[in-house]
């Protein structure tokens, strides 16, 4: 009696892999076919090896790997039976699961690459097994264990690079208007670079940072949207994964955001905490009190006077 009952619960259960797996290949399918996914490159490799675990999140694992001997961050994240994966429009909206809005957001972020430095080049993306795998150029320093060995000045320094690079990334006009939308140290590493200064110009304001051997570089889109990208309006968001859990339908998504340049400064800091520095909290907690929390700028911070008589200094 006990072997009759595990075999219908084993015939329950195979019952319902096999059509979840049936719905991945259609959703699989589905992607594949997707205009805006047409025109990410795909990566077709012979051999992973060495594969290295680097951090692994709800939504998947990074790894370190050789892809065809060449070394890697290869971001491996299961392609789930809850879709869809993809809601899109004739108007190029693409409102996707967070794996799917990875690839996307990195392949238009990607294109930064021929004007800055502080950009993870993207090579492409693959499915295996069901897996979708994004491979990125291989940068290896973590800000959340460089920051601590860094003197008041260098943090400093590094948090107003952070800034610099949020701006330059996404809420620059004649490239990219969007939000990280979970800008925080856990989502920056550093490159290594040997040019000595950084010049940016914000509005009416040009700023030069010197650079000590590290810029910050912004990852994990997961939950990144983009509403303009190189002169054109888009719209590419993930789908609210809490209604998704729900079976809920996410009206949301054909939604066009505003873009609001306070959105990631505001994360940023909250993200920060104690960790910022006595100069930055300062002249923070002064902006907070004259425009409000959900009001400042990076062009207000670098146009403070504290950030202007650190910088003089250089």
Not at 14 to 35: C, G, V
């Amino acid at each position: 009696m006990e072997n009759i009952s595990y075999y219908y619960k084993y015939i329950k259960y195979k019952s319902k892999y096999n059509q979840q797996k049936k719905i991945i290949q259609n959703n699989i399918s589905e992607l594949k076919n997707n205009e805006v996914i047409k025109k990410i490159n795909i990566l077709n490799y012979k051999l992973l090896k060495k594969k290295e675990l680097l951090g692994e999140g709800r939504n998947g694992a990074v790894y370190k790997c050789l892809v065809d001997q060449k070394l890697m961050i290869v971001k491996e994240q299961k392609l789930h039976s809850d879709g869809p994966y993809i809601a899109d429009s004739p108007k190029e909206i693409v409102c996707s699961v967070t794996g799917i809005n990875e690839l996307v957001i990195s392949h238009y972020i990607s294109k930064l690459s021929k004007y800055y430095d502080h950009i993870q080049k993207f090579y492409g993306y693959n499915i295996h097994n069901n897996n979708l795998l994004i491979f990125k150029e291989y940068i290896y320093h973590k800000f959340t264990t460089k920051y601590d060995i860094f003197t008041d000045y260098e943090k400093s320094l590094i948090i107003l690079h952070c800034l610099l690079t949020l701006h330059e990334t996404f809420q620059n006009e004649q490239y990219i208007l969007g939000h990280h939308n979970d800008f925080r140290p856990n989502n920056i590493i550093f490159k290594e670079v040997k040019y000595k200064e950084r010049t940016c110009i914000i509005e009416d304001i040009t700023i030069r940072l010197p650079v000590k051997k590290y810029i910050p570089v912004l990852i994990d889109f997961g939950s990144t949207e983009l509403i303009k990208c190189f002169g054109k309006s888009i719209n590419i968001k993930r789908f609210n994964w809490r209604l998704l859990l729900k079976n809920k339908k996410d009206d949301s998504c054909f939604n066009v955001s505003k873009f609001n340049p306070c959105i990631d400064v505001q994360r940023f800091f909250y993200k920060l905490g104690k960790d910022s520095t006595l100069l930055i909290s300062n002249t923070y907690n002064d902006l907070v009190e004259k425009y409000g929390e959900n009001k400042v700028t990076v062009k207000h911070i670098f146009s403070h006077p504290n950030i202007k008589s650190f910088l003089s200094q250089f």
